[in-house]
């Protein structure tokens, strides 16, 4: 049975992919920031159609068969090796540390601007594609409709909190995909963080957003005002979870290890 790396192996294989990925020219970045955007949009749809087959009969249990849908966009995106913001806080972050170098604060900056930018537009993009009528089933629109609802009438200390948990959530699965060696583990550990992520649900502003935007299209009591405000909330706890919980804890305890 293969040997778990230590902290210290996989701090190093995180230093190389974060490598790879502050390196990638702004072309690269947008063509895969594109793809993650339009990627995750699959399993939000596929969360809605689930959720609007399944609520009707069986209650609250259609939210478990949504999530455990849902989670097969994050596989996508894992093995697809695309660009989602948060995903990529910690192996750049590493890069960084490793480097000693503030001057890499610049390609951080870009990579993640550009990368929750891009996602967005990405995203949005394919939910009007989803939007029209005739694409989804009967029943979906109304159950994206109440998610969209649900999101944005929770207190803004709330949506707060849920996305430095989500934000939490989805960085540690960078530091987990470091620490597997097959593509068999990583679509393990993708479709359980995806499956922990739905089943809160807890924010992650690609996905929350995405979300909303599907309560506008679908002509849920939703204004751009609440979706801005959503994205700056969820942007926010996101990088108070991935970076100041995840990523600066592993990272302190690699340096606490070498010390």
């Known amino acids: 049975m293969p040997i778990a790396p230590d902290p ?10 974060g490598e790879r990925r502050l390196d990638q020219s702004l072309l690269e970045l947008t063509a895969t920031s594109f793809i993650a955007g339009f990627t ?11 959720d609007g087959l399944v609520e009707p009969r069986f209650g609250d249990v259609a939210h478990i068969a949504g999530s455990l ?65 005739g694409v989804l089933p009967s029943g979906t629109a109304h159950a994206l409709s109440r998610t969209a609802e649900a ?4 207190p803004m200390r709330g949506m707060f909190a849920s996305a430095i948990i989500g934000g939490a959530l989805v960085s540690l699965l960078s530091f987990l995909l470091q620490g597997v060696n097959s593509v068999r583990s990583r679509i393990t550990m993708a479709y359980i963080v995806g499956f922990l992520l739905a089943l809160g649900p807890f924010d992650h502003v690609i ?32 990088f108070v979870g991935g970076i100041g919980l995840v990523t600066f804890t592993h990272v302190a305890q690699v340096v606490g290890a070498e010390e």
Request: net charge negative; charged share 10%.
């Open 8 to 17: 210290a192996e996989i701090f190093d294989r995180a230093v190389t992919e």
């Open 40 to 50: 995750i949009v699959f399993g939000i749809a596929a969360l809605g159609v689930v």
């Open 69 to 133: 849908t849902f989670a097969v966009g994050v596989v996508f995106l894992v093995v697809g090796r695309s660009e989602l913001f948060n995903e990529n806080f910690f192996d750049p972050a590493a890069k960084a540390v490793d480097q000693n170098g503030s001057w890499l604060l610049g390609s951080l900056l870009r990579l993640w601007i550009v990368t929750l930018a891009v996602n967005l537009v990405g995203g949005f993009l394919f939910a009007f594609v989803f939007a029209v009528d």
């Open 151 to 154: 999101i944005i009438h929770r």
């Open 207 to 238: 996905v929350t957003a995405i979300h909303v935007f599907f309560g506008l299209l679908f002509d849920a009591q939703i204004g751009y005002g609440a979706l801005a405000e959503t994205i700056v909330i969820t942007t926010a706890g996101n």
